[in-house]
């Protein structure tokens, strides 16, 4: 008898913790992903067996918070051997409609002062949301999988133009796991041939354990 009272207490349980996830609210869900994708990533595991993959770091951290219908994240991805000096910054702006996700993408003026220094809260309260520079086409929309809570997504087959080493448009595909983020991004001709990006598989990035409390390095801002 206690066994039964004990299972039925379990599966009561379980039941009652899916039926709070299946009612959070759009804010709540939101948040998740934003957990998700937050905090230090490299891909240097990768690039140990893998030759033909470099390893990268990556920085994902949230800026201007207060509002739970909109998330904004700081980007930064840079060479491992060359943290000083990223070779892409960009801002996300996290939103959700109708159980998906839009991670929409910005470039920010004068971003060389914004290197390394994702922690600085006064220096993002200076940045005006309308100064950044949408990449119309580019945003990537997610869905959840319920199998085991990641989220998966693309951009929108041309939308996203790009003219870097030949290519007429660029794709994303990126999975979202609370342990890694994988990204595949890709480049392609007016003839939809392959023309730059990783050809075979996605960059995966590690989640490291212990994330920075500081940046590695400071960037002396100009007055």
């Not at 009272?5 to 009652?16: K, V, Y």
């Not at 999975?175 to 392959?194: A, C, K, L, P």
Request: net charge negative.
């Amino acid at each position: 008898m206690k066994f039964v009272a004990a299972l039925c207490l379990l599966f009561a349980s379980c039941t009652s913790a899916a039926l709070v996830a299946q009612n959070d609210s759009d804010s709540t869900k939101l948040r998740h992903l934003a957990i998700a994708m937050t905090g230090s990533f490299s891909s240097e595991e990768q690039a140990a067996y893998d030759s033909s993959y470099y390893s990268i770091n990556l920085e994902m951290h949230e800026i201007w918070k207060g509002d739970t219908d909109t998330i904004w994240l700081y980007v930064e991805q840079a060479l491992s051997s060359k943290l000083e000096k990223p070779y892409r910054t960009r801002i996300y702006r996290l939103t959700m409609f109708d159980e998906e996700y839009e991670s929409a993408v910005f470039r920010l003026p004068e971003e060389e002062k914004y290197y390394g220094n994702w922690e600085d809260e006064a220096l993002f309260a200076t940045l005006p949301i309308d100064s950044l520079l949408e990449r119309e086409g580019c945003a990537v929309y997610l869905s959840k999988r319920k199998a085991d809570n990641s989220y998966v997504g693309s951009t929108v087959e041309k939308e996203c133009e790009s003219n870097l080493r030949g290519a007429s448009y660029a794709t994303s595909e990126v999975e979202v796991f609370f342990d890694q983020i994988t990204s595949w991004d890709r480049g392609w001709n007016e003839e939809d041939e392959y023309v730059w990006g990783a050809e075979h598989a996605p960059y995966v990035f590690k989640k490291k354990r212990q994330m920075q409390k500081r940046p590695r390095y400071s960037i002396k801002r100009k007055d």
